[in-house]
């Protein structure tokens, strides 16, 4: 597969470097020369190095940050910005959210004494005589019982006054006379939820932080809430960058499918992101730097230009509007030179390379941290799983690579090139290799990708 913004796509081979990975190389080894690294020999798989798209380099630039860390500076680069205020969301629209405000009990839970069963509410010993007409649930409150008497009683009706127990119905019979006579004791208060059994009225019934599951909207639907205080969504915008990009068809004519377009919107969205806009600019500096200055939005994406071409716009643009450069490129294969810029002071940009692995990279290395932490979601714990098979590594650099979980293992996944999505679109985590590779049965951490089922860390849109 072609890279969306590059020119000239990877081989299949991921042994073949593709022009931006030599381009990037050459910058790589006078980085490592200048840092008293060995040059990562040639054709070494962990070698690979997509260089974002269009030719250059920028040898110049101080070193890549180390993949943890480029993490926590993403994460800790969110919490620098003015507070978001929480916003009002109805309960259709709270799914994923993370509650800003405690949920208190409105009400007390039940808020009458309710019957927990179908069957018959009795009052005092059998045999009890029966009222002809019975109890439904939503009805007004019924006639108090007297003693010796039993009504008809649907679970989820309101228990009459001066009830003893509640009999299932499997549990009673009637006699000829129309007397009903347990078949099986019925203790004081049995299947009786009495009012207030869940909660009092002003019970905290779930803290500030707390993650909004189908569990909590029912939770509060049950305690009368119509709406819910909680943190924001983030905002994102998209800009597709590259003047090659076909939105329909069949490449041709040296030019190629849009892949990322399509894939950023959905990504972001199973992270808890809102999806602004996605616009399509081309290879155009003025446009870049008018849609960057213009957006309002908590976090804008490019996908490629990000190296140091002719048409490579990212860079000059980000110096242009007096950006802080946060991270400028990061030691993991692919994506390489992914950079996170804070371009207002509540406003950051992520810098996506164009090739669609290499961007998939970008987005769980520099977005999902710090959409994470604008949305108040906790960390998802890490977890490792033993390799299936061994995986090469790059000398000093983190390698992310598609993998399948198959009962207790990871699988690796073939066509993991830079510019491969074949691997990424069956794949249910990325494996975490470390500089040096990773052993056949070596315990490795992953990083779950939102959607898989087989995921610890389900995200909720």
């Known amino acids: 597969m072609t890279a969306p913004g590059t020119r000239a796509g990877a081989s299949a081979d991921t042994d073949d470097l593709d022009v931006e990975e030599a381009l990037a190389l050459v910058r790589e080894r006078k980085d490592d020369s200048a840092a008293g690294h060995p040059p990562a020999p040639r054709g070494d798989h962990g070698s690979e190095h997509q260089g974002d798209h269009r030719g250059g380099h920028r040898g110049d630039r101080h070193q890549a940050t180390a993949w943890p860390r480029a993490r926590d500076v993403a994460a800790r680069a969110a919490r620098s910005g003015p507070r978001r205020p929480p916003v009002s969301v109805a309960l259709a629209d709270a799914l994923g959210l993370v509650l800003a405000a405690p949920l208190d009990a409105l009400t007390d839970l039940p808020s009458f004494d309710t019957s927990a069963m179908d069957g018959w509410a009795v009052s005092g010993p059998a045999p009890w005589r029966v009222r002809d007409e019975g109890i439904l ?30 009999l299932r119905s499997e549990h009673g019979r009637l006699d000829a006379k129309g007397r009903l006579h347990p078949t099986r004791d019925a203790g004081h208060g049995q299947d009786i939820r009495p009012r207030g059994q869940e909660c009092r009225t002003g019970d905290q019934l779930l803290p500030v932080g707390t993650l909004v599951t189908p569990a909590v909207l029912g939770l509060a639907a049950a305690a009368g809430y119509d709406t819910l205080t909680a943190v924001p969504r983030p905002r994102v915008e998209v800009l597709v960058l590259g003047d090659e990009l076909l939105t329909e068809g069949q490449p041709h004519d040296g030019l190629i499918r849009d892949a990322l377009g399509p894939m950023l919107p959905p990504w972001l969205r199973a992270m808890g992101a809102e999806v602004t806009a996605v616009r399509r600019l081309g290879d155009d500096a003025k446009a870049l730097q008018t849609a960057v200055t213009g957006s309002t939005a908590d976090l804008v994406i490019t996908t490629g230009g990000t190296a140091a071409g002719p048409v490579d716009h990212v860079h000059p643009t980000l110096e242009r509007i007096g950006a802080e450069l946060l991270v400028d490129g990061v030691k993991v294969r692919p994506g390489h030179p992914m950079l996170l810029a804070r371009t207002k002071e509540d406003q950051h940009l992520v810098g996506l390379p164009g090739n669609p692995l290499a961007a998939v990279s970008g987005l769980l290395t520099l977005a999902e941290p710090l959409l994470r932490t604008l949305a108040a979601h906790p960390a998802p714990e890490p977890y490792t799983l033993p390799l299936k098979e061994a995986v090469h590594g790059h000398p000093y650099d983190t390698r992310l690579v598609p993998v399948v979980l198959r009962g207790d293992d990871a699988v690796p996944l073939h066509y993991n090139g830079p510019a491969m999505l074949r691997g990424i679109a069956a794949a249910d985590a990325l494996a975490v290799v470390p500089p040096g590779g990773a052993r056949q049965g070596e315990e490795t951490e992953l990083l779950d990708l939102p959607w898989a089922a087989a995921g610890i860390g389900v995200c909720f849109t």
Do not use: C, F, K, S
């Open 137 to 166: 649930a939503g009805h007004a409150q019924p006639d108090p019982l007297t003693d010796g008497e039993a009504v008809r009683i649907a679970t989820g009706a309101r228990v009459p006054a001066e009830t003893t127990a509640v």
